[in-house]
């Protein structure tokens, strides 16, 4: 399949000169469509972070009830995780670009009228609780949309590329940002609102939102500043006829008949259920119950877990690429070495080791996040992306709701335990599916293709008889 000729077709770019050096930082650098994405959403992301210190943060200002924060950002994670397949659907539909200026557009109104509310004195929580909802709800469509918007951007070779400078420069963002808004909030807390809690200081909290209202704004010009051919007239007459639960049936079966995506997908679920939803529970109370600091050892650790996602994104660009054949063994050999990172961490007594198995996590996920994406972007036709980025999505941020009380239940009963078992499931399954993907790699290549085929025919079939 000519991917690179396709992407010339969609985007109305030219296909690379053959002396191009694909995947080089440079060359991707130099593509203009990539390059406003890249500096629009790295602001965007920046900005995100003040508004997910100051959403919990004004909460507990307004009502001083930890009950309350928990509630606001479940509303947040479920209507995100609920919509999230349909936002794929519609990604397909209308193009990943159209629906992040809609969800950015959104978001932005709902900050910006947030921060008037904060500057007036006139927040009251039933606000904050539909501002969740909404909030949450612009969300699962943006998120399956900017992944899925890469591939209409950039040549096939470039992809890997590209992702490790989105990616990376977002967990940079989130590694720094925190900071920077809680600075910005405590050095400018002047302002008050009388709430459950009584008078509280609220002006730097306004401000972070303002700043998360003006970044909207930057990622609103520069995704309005990409051109990319629009479809045909035929395509859109063929998007029109699929209804939407048909368009999502079709990116779930496309999913299910691609044996090595199916496989992946279930272990990244078990993964997000095992080890990667359970972290924000375990990480703090592993803080404050067994090591010295408390809160310091809490931000020690979750540095050290950001700082390894960062350094994991960046090794994947610049170690060697393994062989196609091997790209889902050695993920899952990488998966199995974060459940043993994991259990190491029911046993741990000191900050510094919890910190350095923190850094490995963090490495292990960066790393196998980069890999996962482009290898799924590369296997995925183009009109399919924002369904399988949906999906993707789907798994990595849609079980957070599911696996957090579970885990909290669970930690309450005993940590070290939990961490043992958990831990020790996920290095076990990973590495038997490892082993047994590299003994049959050659059979689930064949069956894979095979079901392609098939699928491809059924498709066919389906037109001619409309």
């Given at each position: 399949m000519n991917i690179g000729g396709e992407i010339a077709h969609v985007t109305g770019q030219l296909p690379a000169k053959t002396d191009r050096r694909f995947g080089t930082l440079g060359a991707v650098l130099h593509v203009r469509n990539f390059r406003l994405l890249w500096i629009g959403q790295g602001?965007?992301?920046?900005?995100?972070?003040?508004?997910?210190?100051?959403?919990?943060?004004?909460?507990?200002?307004?009502?001083?009830d930890a009950l309350a924060v928990g509630t606001v950002l479940c509303l947040v994670a479920f209507p995100r995780a609920l919509f999230m397949l349909v936002g794929g659907a519609l990604i397909d539909r209308f193009s990943p670009r159209n629906m992040m200026l809609a969800s950015d557009a959104l978001r932005m109104i709902l900050v910006t009228l947030l921060t008037l509310l904060l500057l007036t004195g006139s927040i009251q929580m039933w606000m904050l609780y539909g501002f969740a909802l909404l909030f949450g709800l612009a969300a699962a469509f943006f998120y399956p949309a900017q992944p899925a918007l890469i591939p209409q951007l950039l040549e096939e070779e470039e992809l890997q590329t590209g992702n490790i400078l989105n990616m990376g420069t977002a967990q940079l963002g989130i590694f720094i940002g925190p900071v920077v808004a809680g600075g910005l909030i405590a050095l400018l807390d002047t302002g008050s609102v009388q709430g459950a809690a009584g008078t509280s200081h609220?002006?730097?909290i306004a401000i972070a939102f303002g700043?998360?209202?003006?970044?909207?704004?930057?990622?609103?010009?520069?995704?309005?500043?990409i051109r990319i051919k629009t479809a045909t007239e035929a395509d859109e007459a063929a998007k029109q006829k699929e209804g939407m639960?048909?368009?999502?049936?079709?990116?779930?079966?496309?999913?299910w008949n691609d044996y090595p995506v199916r496989l992946l997908i279930v272990f990244f679920a078990a993964i997000m259920l095992l080890i990667n939803g359970p972290?924000?529970?375990?990480?703090?109370v592993l803080s404050a119950t067994r090591f010295a600091g408390g809160a310091v050892a809490f931000g020690i650790i979750m540095s050290a877990f950001g700082g390894g996602a960062l350094l994991g994104m960046v090794l994947a660009g610049v170690l060697p690429k393994p062989p196609a054949r091997y790209i889902i063994s050695m993920i899952l050999v990488v998966i199995s070495s974060m459940g043993i990172a994991w259990a190491l961490l029911g046993m741990v007594t000191s900050t510094l080791i919890a910190a350095l198995l923190a850094l490995a996590l963090g490495t292990a996920n960066g790393y196998i996040e980069i890999m996962l994406i482009t290898w799924v972007q590369k296997r995925t036709p183009l009109q399919m992306q924002g369904r399988m980025m949906s999906l993707a999505m789907f798994v990595t941020m849609g079980l957070t709701p599911v696996s957090t009380p579970i885990a909290g239940a669970l930690v309450k009963l005993n940590l070290t335990l939990f961490l043992l078992v958990t831990g020790g499931l996920a290095a076990a399954l990973s590495l038997v599916a490892a082993l047994y993907f590299l003994v049959r790699e050659k059979d689930i290549t064949e069956l894979a293709t095979h079901q392609a085929k098939y699928v491809s025919r059924i498709e066919d079939s389906n037109e001619k008889g409309k």
């Open positions: 602001i965007s992301v920046l900005g995100d972070q003040f508004y997910m210190i100051a959403l919990p943060w004004l909460v507990l200002q307004l009502t001083g609220t002006l730097g700043v998360d209202a003006l970044s909207f704004l930057v990622s609103l010009v520069t995704l309005w500043m639960f048909s368009s999502i049936r079709a990116g779930l079966v496309h999913a972290f924000d529970v375990v990480i703090p």
